[in-house]
């Protein structure tokens, strides 16, 4: 079982936006005649780019996974020696596997210093990525990592058994955006700015004003697929 602190999980992310652009949402909602945002908009350009690293966050917490660098901070795991899970190829050979499955796959490599996999060790905490602890990643080492799904394998120095004995800090995440999550956010952002107080300012005159909500309730309904067919399940 795992449990994450951050953005609801206390994970986090550069405040730049990635999965989509104020421009693209200007002109998704053909405002400021398909000029992008500005200082002197209504909103401005900052306050739509705020929107948009809001949206970004709720894309990854409902799909569980991200198209950007996320960090996550001390997400901690149970870990039970005594109970193997069967049925997994080691690389080494067929053989039971002691491992902890990430919150999130698509895991990047873990740097020194930077990003730790703690494990409880007679009551302490030690790091095995720290390089002055002396231990070694790698298939006959002390651990090894399968990155793309997320699974942390021990095979030499194991953590106590119990509650909380494994705590893992790293970043996750695609480096390019799809179509799909594109859309999803700017259709997000679209609907946020809809029901904010600047957008009778910013609404140009060739949008059917009459029928916002019916727009808005497509594009929910748009959204809601493309983030289901996107939501990954979590491994206890």
Do not use: Q
Request: hydrophobic share 35%; with cysteine; glycine share 8%.
């Amino acid at each position: 079982m795992g449990t994450t602190g951050g953005a609801s999980d206390g994970s986090e992310a550069t405040g730049a936006t990635t999965y989509c652009t104020s421009l693209e949402v200007a002109r998704f909602l053909h405002a400021n005649d398909g000029a992008d945002f500005s200082t002197s908009t209504k909103p401005t350009k900052t306050t739509v780019e705020d929107i948009i690293n809001r949206m970004e966050d709720l894309i990854d917490e409902r799909t569980r996974h991200a198209w950007r660098a996320v960090t996550v901070t001390n997400e901690y795991h149970d870990y039970h020696r005594d109970f193997y899970r069967s049925g997994i190829a080691y690389p080494t050979g067929r053989m039971p596997c002691r491992c902890v499955h990430l919150n999130h796959r698509g895991a990047h490599a873990f740097t020194s210093g930077t990003h730790k996999i703690e494990i409880r060790d007679d009551g302490e905490f030690v790091d095995l990525v720290l390089e002055a602890n002396g231990y070694e990643e790698g298939f006959d080492k002390d651990y090894w990592i399968d990155y793309e799904n997320g699974v942390i394998y021990f095979k030499g120095e194991e953590p106590d058994s119990g509650r909380d004995t494994v705590r893992v800090t790293y970043e996750y995440g695609e480096t390019a955006v799809p179509g799909d999550i594109k859309e999803a956010c700017i259709k997000l952002v679209a609907i946020d700015l809809m029901y904010s107080e600047d957008w009778t300012v910013m609404t140009m005159d060739n949008i059917d004003k009459i029928d916002l909500r019916g727009k808005v309730d497509a594009w929910k309904k748009d959204i809601d697929e493309m983030l289901a067919r996107r939501e990954e399940l979590l491994i206890a």
